[in-house]
């Protein structure tokens, strides 16, 4: 497995979760990295991404404010920090590794984890 997410699980609205993808890769501080979001019934979404060495980070406009992401090149991983949940932020999270040039469109990346639930309640 090159990718394994964690962190998911069921939170109150206004709740905070911090997600983790820990990389197998050896190469993973020279790749970019990104989250997405798959909602039943719903396209997978892009949520936030990051630049390899973690300078430039960019974020759907309904997470702006509210969710961070980073990384840790020493440890594999790469965080996403989710402050103030809404239950429209229940979905599937997954996290991947950028292969092409977009970061917005799971078009723009090669390499995907398993993904982790969040279930935020009303």
């Known amino acids: 497995v090159q990718l394994q997410a964690s962190g998911g699980g069921l939170v109150q609205s206004g709740g905070s979760l911090r997600l983790s993808c820990t990389a197998s890769r050896p190469t993973f501080s020279s790749d970019s990295m990104g989250w997405f979001r798959q909602a039943p019934g719903k396209e997978r979404e892009f949520v936030a991404g990051i630049r390899w060495g973690g300078s430039n980070t960019y974020y759907a406009d309904s997470v702006k404010g509210r969710f961070t992401i980073s990384r840790d090149n020493a440890k594999n991983t790469v965080y996403l920090q989710m402050n103030s949940l809404k239950p429209e932020d229940t979905a599937v999270y997954y996290c991947?590794?950028?292969?092409?040039?977009?970061?917005?469109?799971?078009?723009?990346?090669?390499?995907w984890g398993q993904g982790t639930q969040v279930t935020v309640s009303s």
């Open positions: 991947a590794r950028k292969g092409r040039p977009d970061y917005y469109s799971s078009y723009g990346y090669d390499i």
